[in-house]
C-alpha cells in the first residue's frame, strides 16, 4: 500500500500504542480517587500535561483532554462565547476553517451571536488589514487554523497575536491541529489564548485531543457532571489516552525540522511530477504552504474517478478532506481562492509524511502516467 492521506489520519507509532497499553493494564485507578492507587492515575495525568504544555511554551496554560480536536474546538469556541456574552457578541473568523470550527460558528450565529467570516486571498491567508477593520468594540473572540487542512495555507497567526495584543478583550483560539509536530507551534510566542490539537494527526490514537487555554481565562462547560477536567469536561478522565497524548506529542516534536526538510524534498518532486499533466492543477500556494499537503483541482477528470483509479493500485489519497468527503458540493474552501464550481468539485489532495519513501514517489509517477492515459 501507498498511502498518500496522512492529513486524514496517520497510523499510530509503536511507542505511543505501547505507552497506552502499559497505562491501561497497570494505571486503571480512577485520577478522581482519594486513595493512593487513585492518585498514581492523577499524578500521570498531570505529569502528561505538564509534558504537553513544556512542549509547547505553553507553561502559563492550563490542559484539558478532550475526546477529538473537534470537541476541544467547541468547548473553546462556545465556551469563551457564552461566558463573554454579556461584554460581547461579535465574534471573527474564516470562510476555510476546518467544519468543527466553521459549523459552530454558524450555531453560534443562529443562536444571536453576531459572526464574520473573514475572505481569504488566493494564497489561502486572511488580509491582516481587514481583520484589522473587523474588530469592533463588542468583539469578543477572534479564532482560526494555523494550517489549513484542504490546501495546507499557512495563517500568519503570529501576526494575528501581534493585532490581537492591543484588544485585551478578545480571546484568541487557534486550530493547530495541522501544524502541530510539522511547523513550529509557540503559543506563549503567538500571543495565541486556546489552541486546539488532535492525538490521530501526529501518530497517536484517535478519539484523543485536547485545550490548551492561557490560566485565568473562564470558559462556559459544554458537557456537565462531575468536577473533572476543572470543572470544565465533565466524566472520568481516560489516564491512558492522555499519557499517549503526550508520548505523541514528545516524538512528533523531536525530529520536526529534519522531517520538515525531508518533506519539502518530497513536495518539489510531487510539485515536478503532478505540473507535467495539462489535466492538473496545483492549488496549494508553494510559498505560504505547508510541504505536508498538496492540493490539486483536475479538469475533465472527475475527483472520484481518479481516486479509484488509484484505489485499485493499492493507492491512496483523498478527494476532499475525510470530514466532508461524502459530501457532493464544490469546496468551500477552493471556492474561498476563487476556483469555479468545476475545479472546487474535482480536488484531490496528496499528504506527505516523514514516513514516506522516494520510491513511493516513483511507484506514484509510473501509476499516475498510466492513470492519466487510461482516463483520457
Ligand atoms: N481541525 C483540523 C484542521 C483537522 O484537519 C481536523 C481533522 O480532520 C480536525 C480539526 C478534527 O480533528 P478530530 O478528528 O480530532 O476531531
Avoid at 476546518?98 to 494564497?123: A, I, N, Q
Avoid at 465533565?234 to 520536526?256: F, H, N
Amino acid at each position: 500500500m501507498i498511502y498518500l492521506d496522512y492529513t486524514s489520519t496517520t497510523p499510530v507509532r509503536d511507542e505511543v500504542l505501547k505507552s497506552f497499553i502499559e497505562t491501561t493494564k497497570n494505571f486503571w485507578g480512577n485520577p478522581s480517587s482519594l486513595y493512593k492507587f487513585g492518585v498514581i492515575s492523577d499524578n500521570l495525568l498531570n505529569m502528561a500535561r505538564d509534558q504537553m504544555r513544556h512542549l509547547i511554551d505553553a507553561k502559563k496554560y492550563e490542559v484539558i483532554f478532550t475526546g477529538s480536536a473537534t470537541e476541544a474546538s467547541n468547548l473553546a469556541i462556545k465556551g469563551i462565547a457564552y461566558e463573554n456574552r454579556k461584554r460581547g457578541k461579535h465574534l471573527i473568523t474564516t470562510v476555510v476553517e476546518h467544519p468543527s470550527v466553521y459549523h459552530t460558528f454558524e450555531k453560534l450565529k443562529d443562536e444571536g451571536f453576531e459572526v464574520t467570516f473573514l475572505d481569504v486571498e488566493k494564497d489561502g491567508r486572511i488580509n491582516l488589514e481587514t481583520l484589522k477593520k473587523t474588530i469592533r468594540k463588542d468583539t469578543i473572540l477572534v479564532s482560526m487554523m494555523y494550517v489549513n487542512n484542504e490546501i495546507g495555507s499557512i495563517m500568519p497567526i503570529k501576526e494575528v497575536g501581534e493585532i490581537l495584543k492591543h484588544h485585551h478583550k478578545i480571546c484568541f483560539h487557534v486550530d493547530v491541529v495541522q501544524a502541530l509536530g510539522k511547523i513550529p507551534v509557540r503559543l506563549k510566542e503567538m500571543n495565541v489564548d486556546l489552541a486546539t490539537i488532535s492525538a490521530h494527526k501526529i501518530y497517536g490514537l484517535k478519539g484523543s485531543g485536547a485545550l490548551f487555554f492561557r490560566k485565568g481565562i473562564k470558559l462556559t462547560p459544554q458537557q456537565i457532571g462531575g468536577t473533572q477536567e476543572f470543572n470544565l469536561r465533565a466524566g472520568t478522565v481516560d489516564v491512558p489516552s492522555a499519557v499517549a497524548l503526550a508520548k505523541a506529542m514528545r516524538l512528533a516534536l523531536e525530529d520536526i525540522e529534519d522531517n520538515y526538510h525531508y518533506v519539502m524534498k518530497l513536495n518539489r518532486r510531487m510539485r515536478d511530477i503532478l505540473s507535467k499533466y495539462d489535466e492538473i492543477i496545483i492549488n496549494s500556494n508553494a510559498e505560504h504552504s505547508s510541504p505536508f499537503i498538496i492540493n490539486c483541482s483536475l479538469k475533465g477528470i472527475k475527483g472520484e474517478t481518479f481516486v479509484r483509479a488509484f484505489e485499485q493500485r493499492d493507492i491512496y489519497f483523498s478527494t476532499k478532506s475525510a470530514c466532508s468527503s461524502k459530501v457532493v458540493s464544490p469546496s468551500r474552501v477552493l471556492k474561498a481562492i476563487g476556483l469555479d464550481d468545476d475545479l472546487a468539485m474535482n480536488e484531490v489532495r496528496f499528504s506527505l509524511s516523514h514516513l514516506t519513501t522516494n520510491k513511493e514517489i516513483d511507484t506514484f509517477e509510473e501509476v499516475l502516467h498510466d492513470v492519466i492515459n487510461e482516463l483520457n
